[in-house]
């Protein structure tokens, strides 16, 4: 399973990125599909994430300005990102909670390789 993540760079504050990760490969199912981002110099932390069947969960720090959605026939996962703040620069990881065919029993956590997004002030 492979995690395409794409999406990120420079925006100024107040504005809005859209971020997208479409997982491939040999996939039997995904359960929770999610965003992390990780600062310099901080370590990495849940921006939110969300179950196949759309409950969502969302980081104190974003909520009210992020949505995080997902298409389940394309394994695709979004991070709409409104009134950006330049501590909401990061590195910003997908991962997805999935079983391989070959291992259809066995969830496993897949990363992306991240996206950055910086926000000037």
């Known amino acids: 399973v492979q995690l395409q993540a794409c999406g990120g760079g420079l925006v100024q504050a107040g504005g809005s990125l859209r971020l997208s990760c479409a997982a491939s490969?040999?996939?039997?199912?995904?359960?929770?599909m999610g965003w992390y981002r990780q600062a310099p110099g901080k370590e990495r932390e849940l921006v939110a994430d969300?179950?196949?069947?759309?409950?969502?969960n969302y980081a104190e720090f974003v909520k009210g300005r992020f949505t995080i959605s997902r298409d389940n026939a394309k394994n695709t996962v979004y991070l709409q990102m409104n009134s950006l703040k330049p501590e909401d620069t990061a590195v910003y990881y997908c991962?997805?909670?999935?079983?391989?065919?070959?291992?259809?029993?066995?969830?496993?956590?897949?990363w992306g390789q991240g996206t950055l997004v910086t926000v000037s002030s």
């Open positions: 991962v997805a909670e999935a079983a391989s065919k070959g291992t259809w029993w066995a969830m496993n956590d897949y």
């Open positions: 490969g040999d996939i039997f199912s995904i359960n929770v």
């Open positions: 969300i179950t196949s069947g759309s409950r969502t």
